[in-house]
């Protein structure tokens, strides 16, 4: 499967908690993506990664969110203390060539967080 | 403003029928407007894209319409199947970022037998 890979597909934590959402890009693609689902509503950017470096995060809560994309190895969107707010589908997608392409993304299944 | 507005938010087609879906924005520096299908459980899939060097980009039953003046562009799905029930998310990007995608709320599309 050379698609999106995201996990875990499911993921329950307490408030208080530490969630860690992984994803691994399509092969050849250097550009990963997080975005947010709420319930009812559109998928809202988050942040923009590429290997080792954050390009953009200025849809990332200013608190308890962090993001990376090490040289080796999965793209990880950490939140801390979870709160049942978090409660979400957090979609991973990425590109070929990041800003200067069509635009065209790949998303994966997404990682379905339920806060208790 | 970053927003894409999407409507309707719910739509129910016959079979064979034709499914439109509208979207505006405001931001006038987006050059890329994708239509995503998402089924249940799924991540988006891209159905669709137009630039707005173009009115019109048709592929399959899918057709995208685009009015730059207007700041508008809708989605038609010809000859409407049970399969295509799901829901449709219409997105903008600029070019300098184009990844960075400002999505609509999307429209659930039931298509009845």
């Known amino acids: 499967n050379a698609g999106v890979m995201q996990n875990p597909r499911h993921l329950v934590r307490r408030r208080g908690q530490e969630a860690r959402l992984r994803c691994s890009p399509m092969k050849g693609h250097s550009h990963v993506y997080w975005y947010r689902q709420l319930p009812e509503e559109g998928l809202k950017f988050m942040v923009y990664?590429?290997?080792?470096?954050?390009?953009?995060e200025s849809g990332m809560p200013k608190e308890r969110f962090s993001a990376e994309f090490p040289k080796e190895g999965p793209s990880i969107l950490r939140i801390q203390q979870v709160v049942r707010g978090d409660s979400a589908a957090y979609f991973c997608a990425s590109s070929r060539t990041g800003g200067l392409n069509t635009g065209e993304l790949f998303f994966g299944e997404g990682s379905r967080l339920t806060v208790l | 403003q970053q927003q894409v507005k999407q409507s309707p938010q719910s739509l129910i087609v016959q079979k064979g029928g034709i499914s439109i879906i509208n979207c505006a924005y405001e931001?006038?520096?987006?050059?890329?407007f994708p239509w995503y299908q998402q089924f249940p459980g799924k991540g988006p899939a891209l159905l669709i894209a137009?630039?707005?060097?173009?009115s019109e980009k048709k592929e399959g039953r899918f057709t995208i319409s685009f009015n730059k003046s207007a700041k508008q562009f809708s989605l038609h799905i010809m000859d409407s199947q049970p399969g295509d029930s799901a829901t449709y998310f219409c997105a903008a990007s600029s070019g300098t970022n184009a990844g960075k995608s400002t999505f609509g709320d999307g429209t659930t599309l039931t298509v009845k037998p």
């Open positions: 137009i630039r707005p060097d173009v």
């Open positions: 990664l590429q290997k080792e470096n954050i390009i953009d």
């Open positions: 931001n006038t520096a987006f050059d890329y």
